[in-house]
């Protein structure tokens, strides 16, 4: 059985960086498409940013030239570097992984981490 965990989150000042983890347990990570959604409160849950089987990484408008999607396969592990945060960037963070579907759909994935929760204050 697939397992992720998430952790990093915590309150962060506007402007500030803050770097995600998940760890995967249960099968390897390079079988999988890796994203990270958010879901504020009363939102639907987004779409992030996903690093590819390949390696390859595609990123929300939202998010894209401050978030970096990374992993080290060696440690099972997938990175969120976030940078120059908002306070709209406050959220729980989600680690998902897929084997097949569309990366922009939370239904295509078939296994989702606990969340973490991000403060961005202004």
Same mark, same amino acid.
């Given at each position: 059985?697939?397992?992720?965990?998430?952790?990093?989150?915590?309150?962060?000042?506007?402007?500030?960086?803050?770097?995600?983890?998940?760890?995967?347990?249960?099968?390897?990570?390079?079988?999988?498409?890796?994203?990270?959604?958010? %879901?504020?409160?009363?939102?639907?849950?987004?779409?992030?940013?996903?690093?590819?089987? =390949?390696? /390859? +990484?595609?990123?929300?408008? $939202?998010?894209?030239?401050?978030?970096?999607?990374?992993?080290?396969?060696?440690?099972?592990?997938?990175?969120?570097?976030?940078?120059?945060?908002?306070?709209?960037?406050?959220?729980?963070?989600?680690?998902?992984? %897929?084997?097949?579907?569309?990366?922009?759909?939370?239904?295509?994935?078939?296994?989702? =981490?606990? /969340? +973490?929760?991000?403060?961005? $204050?202004?």
């Amino acid at each position: 059985q697939v397992q992720l965990v998430e952790s990093g989150g915590g309150l962060v000042q506007a402007g500030g960086s803050l770097r995600l983890s998940c760890l995967v347990s249960g099968d390897t990570l390079n079988n999988y498409a890796m994203a990270w959604f958010r %879901q504020a409160p009363e939102k639907a849950r987004e779409f992030v940013g996903i690093i590819w089987n =390949g390696g /390859g +990484t595609s990123y929300a408008d $939202s998010v894209k030239g401050r978030f970096t999607v990374s992993r080290d396969s060696a440690k099972n592990m997938v990175y969120l570097q976030m940078s120059s945060l908002k306070p709209e960037d406050t959220a729980v963070y989600y680690c998902a992984a %897929q084997t097949n579907g569309s990366p922009w759909f939370p239904s295509d994935y078939q296994y989702w =981490g606990q /969340g +973490t929760q991000v403060t961005v $204050s202004s």
